[in-house]
């Protein structure tokens, strides 16, 4: 499975999208994938290194470039900008590499191809295998490869940048380059070490500059051999060994001992047999099934089994985007994809959750409730990293307000959902021992407050929130949110029940103080938890929605606001224009508790209302509309939400993969139109797939097992 | 006079102070002087190109550095970080150029010499000559002479940056690269034009990358041969010419007919004929001479005589300290010194205060008061670009309330004041009828307002103030200011009876409706002016200065806040420990008003509580000193003052010149020793100088001619 770019000048838009698509990271380590050959903002990520920042509280920190190689020919650089060169790259999802291949034909020709991986198995290794076959000349080639420092990270609107680490020390002897860096808070220390090893003969010397040190390898060349060298870097931080300088000289040394072959083999290995265990095909539907595995590629990418906790950004380790914050999109989005391929990802997102337990006790208590009220946005940092306001010109004079983070709180019932969602496919005990429990204890505790009674009504309403759908804030009663906690207490109640049976579960009830009265409680809530309708039997997305204005557009053809007029985009919160689903949204999570006929007609009412303007919506449509039978609407919007980033729909892939769609696209999939659930302790099957989806085949794991899915 | 850097290594520190110190500037651009042999964080200033900026309004662009020349010897490039080279570096004051000489020593031995000039004559040009000598070997050399788009400003608390322009076009054909750009609020365009000239047979290319574009220049070299490039660099700006990129075509295109030798030629001469004219001796004292020179070298550079008007900027067109803002620094330190060297600058920069009275009328009406209150920083903008806080964490969360917006009103009277000091020494009458007399009775007006009667005195106040002693804010009745108010009303007075008699002058006091009854007031006011003197006799700097907690130092070795006990440094607003020359300023500025007796003991009294740490400072007790008889003394504060940025007694000349002290070191030396003064319109001449200088002379301009002042 290859996707392929062709090239023949160097256009930066179309430079940085690629930058995204080719990102190549295994879960500890993101490099972006903007050509090699040329200079050009692009920097590495590792997960959970972030530093301070205004505003953001927490930015991902855009770390040194590992990976360009220039070519000099006779003492003048390649010139890549204007043209004369065929450039064809390919991210080979199979072996888990980028293959670059430039052919120079400008003065002298040349043939450069290079492989590139971010090893999958030895976690802290880069590696850029480099050939270059001179078109029979003769002559002086040299390669310069550099570590370079320019690296940082964007404040906006557009124009500030701010550098987050200090180069404490660099120092180049015997051809390995080491540079231990430090973020600027000083909660991080990392060390990159580099070393290139060619078995030509060639002149080597280091070359250091203010901001890069590199190696430069000259080799007289003639006729058409080829001159191989591979560049080696090793990353390692101090959140993942508090010797990491020495691991960094080690990782380095055994890497360049094994020899780019082997590392190479191993690192493909781990790919095929992940493809292979997957097993995957969308017989009928070749580009179905690409955008799938395309997806599932930077989906997996994003995992690293061996750390102690996983974060999945909103835009991965692939961008800088929303600053590499985690939302909802993680636990909601893309921990069912994760359940159900490679379910230890999946226990380690929960596993960072649960870390972040001591900040939701946090914020509740600060905030007057009990339990856990979870942060909108989290970092690497036990408190809620939420912008409060964004400046929107040059001079940060006008704000914009942010009240996500004070309003949108189903953030705390998503995460509980999740909860209880990877219990049901894996039956972990020990997880639900260790972490779950508890997580779904405090967060009922948390709704349990947060709920107040009003006596007209005799129902229990939740004021002032903000749904999904962000156009509308400071909502009372959103469909979704109070939908969602009365699922979060009654999982409460659930796993309450199933304590009661088990000793090691007991202790948590216990250490927590959960006590059959407050259960009670929670029971009585939920049953009495006011959930929106209007008169004609739709459900309300919020109190008062149904007395907006109206205004319908052709939800399939727009995306984004841009469809609006600017008339109706000027009052968008006086309208019943929505953002992205929201009543269907909770169709999505729990369609078992609403009558079809009741399904049908509130997707049939809320699709016309909705902009997509977040990349969170078309999955979730794509997803109810295939259980409501749908299927050629289900197909359409489906095929949007698979492609967001392939085809850069929302046009900002740039910042990072889309993993809410990434994973949102494998849902619609999945639960969507295989219609997959787990049903008295079984994995079941509901299939409404298109007609010319001539057979579906897919290997998921349930409660420990690998099992073959199949649609005939 | 030269001034001469040697090393055999690069340190960036140091590197980033001899940016500063080799500055080339004409009025119109500044070039910082960093290496031009390695890619290093260094731009181009033009005077009056600022961009909106967050906290601080307004900033002035760094704009892309054009004197870049980077070496590849056979297909390596040099690499200068790491020794085996020696390198000397000389700023020739004389003929205004900076010479490098390279003597690389590591592999294949070769010597690079270059000249560089920003034109004084030319004020759109930059050129580079540059020659290199193989030693003895044969070999590819490259040159490669970009433009690089990577030069941003910063903002603190350091690690962040803005970059303040966007690139609109870049055109690299016939061998002419051409860029032009914009800043990013839309204010101002540049062109760029940049062609490299050469008589030596060589393979040419132009080399393009994302934030650099460039020609790349190829010798087959052999023994020792020298291979010499000039690079031609043009730059022209909309605040120039609304054609300008036509103009940077033409002014790049004429520059290179004319050829360096003879572009080279006419530089020189501009710079030998201003110092024939000035013809400075310091004879038995070469350091200080030097320095002198140093000084007025900065300065000279710092004036168009072509532009419309002037703006000196803190920290010259040398750095973005201040973010080149213009301060009093510019009415008070430095145009004494173009008054009597360049009178013609001097005019312009009053006529930049001219074109301040529309925002310093707006800032006294919006205050309630009338006539004209000038900002405490100003920029291109009619409105104060002073700070309002500054943060002082990477977070943005600490943050320090800036006063001097608010409260250091004295720049009011320091303009007037500087008005009338151009006019002593010039009698330019038509620049007070077009320009002088406005600014003189709008700003008597204000201080009319400004001042409250103190009915239980019988005085009037000024309450609520900063003086130039930042240590202290909100007091009433700073010495400095009632002082400055004072003479401002008076100098209103003085201009308007001297207007009666003259039909055009009458003319604007019709125009402003300056009445006779309203002088009077004037006159009564000041009159009435609180002067504070404490019991003992002593100038009070302001109200209940003289019941704080007292403390002295030895502030002749002192410089800063470093030589106080924390305990002190901790609580500086409490006790008598002040920042700079604050009384002692008042008797620099108008000495003639204060019987000698008390100058001295005033003196006396505030030296040892002088922390120096504004380098606003020294300058002024040094010319105080002097008119007092205290030679030895004055001598000492004097070889500090005049050395500030040549040995970088501050730390920070990195940030650009001190311009106030290079014009505050030349007021000692020509007001404080030599005693200049005009009495009775005439030039007179007062010498106080230290023994050992046997013989000084120097020509000024005095009303229209040059005079040779020598003191044996």
Redesign the interface.
Known sequence: MEITYHNTRID?DEERKLGTILTLANGKIGVRGELEL????SCTLISGVY?????F?RDIVCLPRTVGVYI?V????L????GGFELKRTLDIRTGVVKTKLTWSKGKSLIYESTRLVHKVRKNIIAVNSRIRPQGFQG???L?LPLEF?S?NP?PPG??????YRICKVK?CDDTIVTDIET??DKYGITIALKSVTNTQC?R???????SIGE?L?FKVMGDNVYEVTKFISIVSSRDDPYYHEKALRELQSAIQLGWDNLYREHAEWWRNTWNKLNLHVDGDEGVERALCFNAFHLLQLGDEDSEYCMIPARGLHGVGYRGHIFWDADIYTLPFYTLVNPVIARKMLTYRYRLLKAARKMAKERGYRGAMYPWEAADVDYDVTPDKV?L????EKWIKIWTGEEEQHITADIAYAVDFYYQYTLDDEFMEKYGLEIIFETARFWACRVEYDKDRGKYVIRRVTGPDEYHVHVDNNFYTNIMARWNLLLGVKYYNLALERNEWKKIVSKLGVSKREVETWCTIASKIYIPCSSDGLYEQFEGYSNLEDYTINSLECLGQECLPEIVRNRLEKTKIIKQADVVMAFHLLGDLFRKEDMLRNFNYYLPRTTHESSLSLSIYASVAARLGLTSLAYKLFRKAVNIDLQDIYGNTRDGIHVASAGGAWCSFLFGFLGLKVHNDNLTLDPKIPKHWRKVSINVVFRGELKNIKVE
């Open positions: 930066y040329i200079p050009i903002d530093s301070d920042v205004p505003i509280h000099i006779d003492g003048t650089p010139n890549l900008v204007d002086e080639i040299t310069i320019a940082s404040l124009n500030i940048s701010i550098k987050h180049g600027l808070d002149k010397q280091i070359i250091r500059f203010p901001h430069a000259s400046p010109d040059i001079k940060w």
